[in-house]
């Protein structure tokens, strides 16, 4: 009796030995899922090569998202396997210009997309441009130009930078910009790109 309650203690603290090691291993499976970047969903998605084939593919260069009801966002994005290197994100609210590379793959919601050579044939009219990523020269002449806080988001939120290319962005901005009053003036040349956010540029009235 004693040998056999010895057998049965031993193959319960067995038991327990396995249990506790599958549920150690669902929870680190549970964790690596949390933690793997989600997949979002994009309306348009276009890829990029040097010889398009589909309608779908468009030739490496520069194109204008320009948001048509709410919020738009871009990932521009590296296929690598089952995931995609993400190259550079935005979010706007006007406009936002992105440089494509062959072999890239460039997702969008809400905006209708446009080339260099469509907007070229728009010719630039300013307006009261705010949120988004802007070419000069096209959306806005060089030069000196006003840029006014909006009051309606978070200070924190505000930015003014000036890029010279609008690519993966990874060399930073070439200049940044402080709101330390109601105002800033700025200088732009052409074909840099201001990036605003909380922030709008200033036109005065004809």
Known sequence: MIAMSKGVTVLKNYLTRIVFAVICMLLVVAFIAGCRPQRM??????????KPEYETDITPGLYCLSATGGEGLFHLVEPAGSYDDLVRSQRFLSRAWVEVRA???????????????????????????????????????????KIRPRTDQDEADWICEVYADAHDLSA???????????????????????????????????
């Open 41 to 50: 969903t994009f309306d348009h998605t276009y890829n990029v090569r040097e």
């Open 103 to 145: 072999n890239e793959t460039l997702k969008f919601n809400n905006a209708k997309i446009e080339s260099q050579d469509e907007r070229q044939k728009l010719g630039c009219f300013p307006t009261r441009l705010r949120n988004g990523f802007f070419l000069i020269g096209f959306d806005l002449f060089p030069g000196k130009l």
């Open 172 to 206: 930073g901005p070439l200049r940044r910009y402080d709101y330390k009053d109601t105002w800033v003036d700025i200088i732009v040349e052409e074909d840099e790109f201001l990036h605003l956010w909380g922030a709008e540029v200033y036109v005065p009235p004809m």
